[in-house]
């Protein structure tokens, strides 16, 4: 199946976990995908992959709390590419696993500016391209802590609710414009951010994948799965919601 011909997803955080699985499907849809990452290595690798499975893929750096490094990696993808259909702001950290009140005001900068910042200014940027090309999907990737709280992550919490009210404003602002915009919440999945918080004391993972009711933690490709579908043509109708990919947990 090739759903995404003639098609350019840029995505942020792509050098790794759910940004690579998912520049990974969208290049074996055929979409010429563009790695807008921070870390040149892994992005840089990210691009190999797609080229070796087949595809095609620029890799762009790009720290995603700078507005001004954003637009420029749009700018580029337009250079490349000659359009922008899709983006996925995807880029996030996790931040220290604290209470709040042993959290500084340098946790917080630093998580508002990356997490809610690259979301604020990506889809700035990728707006004003698809207004001009009279559309474009995007998805935000918030998660399970942007509709529940999340003890000893109060900032990573408050980044990801802040990212679905600007997923669901975006998408009331722009739905007249054809632009659809949501969001994927994604239960703990396999990826560099996860697997490092496992680490931190035994047992963590079978006490953590406890509590989601399909019996594991989520992949990388399952979230990646859920964004495409959101991106296609299959999807006209969907906008401004934040799709819980939770294997149930908010289920109960
Ligand atoms: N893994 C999970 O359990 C989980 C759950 C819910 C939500 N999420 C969200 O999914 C997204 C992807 O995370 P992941 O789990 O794949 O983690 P990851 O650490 O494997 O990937 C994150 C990627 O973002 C990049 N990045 C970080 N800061 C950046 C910046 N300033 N500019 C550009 N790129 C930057 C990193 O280099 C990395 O490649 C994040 O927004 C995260 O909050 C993850």
Same mark, same amino acid.
């Given at each position: 199946m090739s759903r995404f011909i003639n098609q350019v997803a840029f995505i942020t955080g792509?050098? *790794?976990?759910i940004g690579r699985a998912t520049a990974l499907a969208f290049a074996e849809q055929g979409a010429q995908v563009v790695v807008a990452e921070v870390n040149e290595l892994s992005g840089r690798q990210t691009v190999e992959l797609v080229e070796q499975a087949g595809g095609q893929a620029l890799f762009v750096a790009c720290n995603v709390a700078s507005p001004v490094e954003i637009e420029a990696a749009v700018h580029q993808t337009i250079l490349a590419?000659?359009?922008?259909d899709i983006g996925v702001n995807n880029a996030g950290i996790g931040g220290k696993f604290a209470r709040l009140t042993d959290q500084t005001q340098a946790d917080f900068d630093q998580i508002m500016a990356i997490n809610v910042g690259g979301v604020f200014y990506g889809m700035q940027a990728q707006i004003r391209q698809m207004i001009k090309q009279s559309g474009g999907k995007i998805v935000n990737v918030s998660s399970i802590a942007g509709i529940r709280g999340m003890a000893m992550g109060g900032p990573y919490s408050a980044s990801k609710h802040a990212v679905i009210g600007l997923t669901k404003t975006a998408a009331l602002e722009y739905v007249r414009k054809n632009i659809r915009v949501n969001a994927v919440c994604p239960v703990y999945t396999h990826s560099t951010m996860v697997d490092e918080l496992i680490s931190v004391a035994p047992n963590l993972e079978d006490r953590m994948r406890k509590v989601i009711p399909i019996g594991r933690f989520g992949e990388p490709q399952d979230i990646a799965q859920a964004i495409l579908w959101l991106c *296609?043509?299959?999807?006209e109708f969907c906008t401004g919601q934040a799709i819980q990919m939770d294997g149930g947990l908010t289920a109960g």
């Open positions: 792509a050098g *790794s976990g590419y000659g359009r922008l *296609s043509n299959e999807n």
